[in-house]
């Protein structure tokens, strides 16, 4: 199941074709990925993920609403860390504002 139209889904994703980072929050379980450049999030766990990353509700808001980085986020991270990163900086960017210009 995708869902689509939700933290960031569908907005061009950091991970190349075949990476997939499962994202633990609570007792919710998702897998983030790549579809043809673009994110794609998936209820469930993901099949040979690369990276597990796991972090409370409250962390993942904070990151969503810009009030952590994804470095501060990422705090528990089983396998590879450079793809939890690049897996989460779309849902990070998905919900800021962009810089104003001057």
Known sequence: MTVSGRIGAGRPAGLPAGQTCELRVGPEVFYLGSDAGQLTVRRGPAPG???????????????????????????TVDGDTEIARRALEPLAAAFTKPAAAT
């Not at 990276?51 to 705090?75: N, R």
């Open 49 to 75: 993920g690369d990276a597990v990353v796991t972090m409370p509700a409250d962390t993942l808001y904070s990151l969503l609403t810009g009030q952590v980085t994804v470095t501060g986020a990422v705090a």
